[in-house]
């Protein structure tokens, strides 16, 4: 069941679309927001409220990198691997995560706490190499940093 | 604009935030009240100043005095010296690479001394959370002539004259792209502006949005003007949550004045602007595609014709301006299409943005002259090389650009000029690149990215960048062919003539441009299995050359697996049963002695 604030916000958003499907990817971040990803069971309600069919908003949401049709884990770190951070050391700041992590693109570690994904440009280039987790951009990192940063989330 | 005696134009762009600016204003302003200092002293939180090679980076007004890299610890000297006792603080100047002098003014460094400022002329200047700040320094003055003193013809006309092409990178004349969705019949048109900024090595438009996000609601107006429309939307990526939220305050306060919704400045003119945000796909960049994702569908390209001038979102006429394009339109308006053309090339007039990045000493935000040679830009401006390394390439245009060699640098930024050399002027994005980069493993790279990102609808794209990747990965590896370059250029033919949209048309051009002015680099790896510029882990055999070793022991002190053995005065030797690979000892050898 959506709640009624998921309910409340999915409304907000409606009132500045042209049409139900317009809001469809909004609500899917509005309700991923508070869940974490997008399981079936609630691509099915986000779908009903919507008045769309689950497919029609599957096919939205497999769609977009960013939102999660797999269940990740607490923290979603988005590890720029786009060219200008190449240049700067990406690779062996993906090799320092890996290890430190013990996970690869894709995958969540085995605590729960972080999903780590490749993200093609985060558009912070003058701070290469970076990386996101959640909503806050960290750069330019060394290994050393990454202790520290990770530390900040439970 | 204020009574304060000074105001310290604090930046707050991405780059400083994540150097620490907020933490750094937190104590600037408890250092200022308690020296009863808060009261003729204002801290403005500005967008991207564009340094953000040195930053947290503050501009006092209006003195002008630039200061950088400022910490914490810092505050209270600072605050003592500057704003009490009236000394400005040497050792926060700017330093000059070169003779070690410092700067410092703002406008006598060189970073800025070079730049002419249109599209980016309020960054770091104005408080981009506050509209009298916009409007002060002629701000929605553009949006005002064309709703009370122009018809939307002239509006169409002042554009054209200006000869402003579309800054998103194609540069389809602006103008014409605006005459004909206004000729084009219907009552519901829409203005979009594109923020899906998604191209590697590309932050202009998060910077101007960060810094100056009314310029670009202003552009939208005029152009909703010119063309009658009644609502527009600003598809901007999630990724730039703090572009959004200035956007957000600015689209408020818009309205609030009156600038926004019904009736704008007694007008009769009526329109509103709405924020879409991408979900992390790079296509929707594409115009077509972005429309579809607004329209709430999957955002994949469709074939043009026809074009969104005639069916655009939601098949009603539209037109798509990139943000850097509308950020220069309310200064035409305003001063007329013939002073934005005095300055350009023939057939490139007024300015571009150019994000700097990679391996050049002053990476951020730069706006220039059209007809400046790329040296300037990358010499001149952004500093050099670092460390005293050479030069390779500077790639511009992302995914669907290219490189420029070094015998090309004296190339005019230009958009014939650079499409000549095999690159594109494209959204901005420069990518320095010194001598330890591999270009075949670059190319690698860029297919990757494109591999990742194809939507996946038409076969050429989704699967010719497929094979393309693997004949590249192939030769990194070492395991490269007679013949392989051949498909590979076979294979870009193919694409560029056959894919659905223009990211697949151009998603060859970082192969085509390595292979034109670095096929030996190609050759080497598959004829000799050597990767030139040692990045191909591959082809290397992790040893150390006598001669050429100094025995300095810094290889021995980077290795993280101990596999290096070394003595003072001693050859370092390295021993492969332990190697990980990881190249730090190429890293840190200056002597180019590890092979």
């Not at chain 2, 930046?11 to 200092?37: D, N, P, R």
Request: net charge negative.
């Amino acid at each position: 069941m959506l709640s009624p604030e998921e309910i409340q916000e999915i409304q907000t958003a409606l009132a500045h679309c042209e049409s139900n499907f317009a809001a469809g990817l909004d609500a899917l971040k509005i309700v991923q927001r508070r869940r974490g990803w997008i399981s079936d069971e609630t691509l099915q309600e986000v779908a009903r409220f919507l008045e769309m069919t689950p497919a029609e908003l599957d096919s939205v949401a497999t769609f977009y990198s960013l939102i999660f049709r797999r269940q990740v884990g607490r923290h979603v770190i988005l590890l720029c691997d786009s060219v200008s951070c190449w240049v700067m050391g990406y690779e062996s700041l993906f090799e320092a995560l890996k290890k430190r992590l013990g996970i690869g693109f894709g995958q969540t570690s085995a605590d729960g706490r972080f999903t780590l994904l490749p993200h093609p440009c985060l558009g912070a280039c003058e701070r290469a190499p970076v990386m996101m987790i959640d909503d806050e951009l960290y750069g330019p990192i060394e290994e050393e940093m990454i202790e520290k940063i990770l530390a900040r989330y439970e | 604009m204020s009574k304060n005696r000074i105001q310290l134009m604090l930046c707050g762009g991405t780059g400083c935030h994540s150097t620490g600016s907020k933490k750094f204003e937190k104590a600037l302003q408890q250092e200022l009240e308690a020296k009863g200092l808060a009261e003729e002293i204002k801290i403005v939180e500005t967008g991207c100043n564009g340094f953000c090679a040195v930053g947290p980076v503050m501009l006092v007004q209006p003195e002008g005095i630039f200061y950088q890299k400022l910490k914490v610890e810092d505050v209270p000297y600072l605050v003592e010296e500057h704003f009490l006792k009236g000394r400005p603080v040497k050792k926060f100047f700017f330093v000059e690479q070169k003779n070690k002098a410092t700067i410092p003014h703002m406008n006598d460094i060189p970073f800025f001394s070079n730049q002419v400022y249109r599209a980016m002329r309020n960054k770091g200047v104005i408080d981009p959370e506050v509209i009298d700040e916009y409007i002060a320094r002629e701000g929605y003055f553009g949006a005002a002539k064309a709703l009370n003193e122009m018809t939307p013809e002239q509006v169409v006309e002042q554009i054209k004259i200006s000869q402003l092409r579309g800054r998103g990178g194609a540069g389809f004349p602006t103008g014409m792209k605006w005459a004909f969705a206004a000729a084009s019949p219907g009552e519901e048109k829409y203005v979009l502006c594109n923020a899906d900024e998604g191209d590697p090595g590309a932050f202009m438009d998060r910077s101007i949005l960060e810094s100056d996000p009314h310029a670009v609601l202003e552009g939208m107006i005029i152009a909703a003007r010119a063309i009658n429309a009644r609502q527009g939307y600003i598809y901007c990526r999630t990724e730039y949550q703090l572009a959004i939220r200035r956007l957000d305050i600015a689209i408020r306060q818009a309205k609030e004045y009156g600038l926004l919704g019904e009736n704008i400045l007694g007008s009769g003119f009526s329109f509103n602007i709405d924020i879409y945000q991408g979900a992390g796909a790079f296509v929707c960049g594409e115009e077509t595609a972005l429309m579809r994702s607004i329209e709430g569908k999957r955002g994949m390209p469709r074939p043009r014709p026809p074009f969104p001038a005639h069916k655009g979102l939601w098949d009603k006429p539209t037109i798509l301006n990139n943000v850097e394009t509308l950020a220069n339109i309310p200064q035409i308006i305003i001063k007329g299409g013939a002073w934005y053309a005095s300055i350009g090339t023939e057939k490139s007039k007024g300015t571009k943005v150019f994000a700097l990045s990679g391996d050049v000493n002053n990476i951020g935000l730069v706006e220039v002259p059209m007809g400046l040679p790329i040296r300037k830009l990358i010499y001149d401006i952004g500093g050099g090389i670092p460390g005293g390394k050479k030069f390779k390439a500077v790639q511009l245009g992302g995914p669907s650009g290219g490189c420029i060699p070094e015998h090309k640098l004296d190339t005019p930024i230009d958009y014939e000029e650079i499409t000549k050399v095999g690159a594109i002027m494209g959204s901005g994005g420069a990518i320095v690149m010194d001598e330890n980069t591999c270009m075949v493993d670059m190319a690698r790279f860029f297919m990757d990215f494109i591999q990742d990102e194809s939507c996946g609808k038409c076969t050429p794209c989704r699967e010719g960048t497929r094979r393309m990747l693997e004949l590249l990965e192939k030769i990194c590896h070492g395991e490269g062919q007679d013949g392989d370059i051949q498909s590979l250029e076979a294979l870009a033919e193919v694409i560029g003539q056959s894919a659905l949209c223009g990211l697949g048309q151009t998603a060859a051009n970082p192969v085509l441009s390595t292979l034109r002015f670095f096929r030996e680099e190609y050759e080497t790896h598959i004829k000799e299995k050597v990767c030139p510029a040692k990045r191909c882990v591959a082809l290397l055999k992790f040893e150390v050359n006598p001669e050429m070793c100094k025995k300095c022991g810094l290889c021995f002190k980077a290795c993280p697996s101990e596999a290096i053995a070394w003595k003072k005065k001693e050859v370092a030797v390295i021993d492969k049963s332990k190697c990980v690979k990881c190249m730090s000892c190429f890293d840190k050898c200056k002597f180019d002695a590890i092979f």
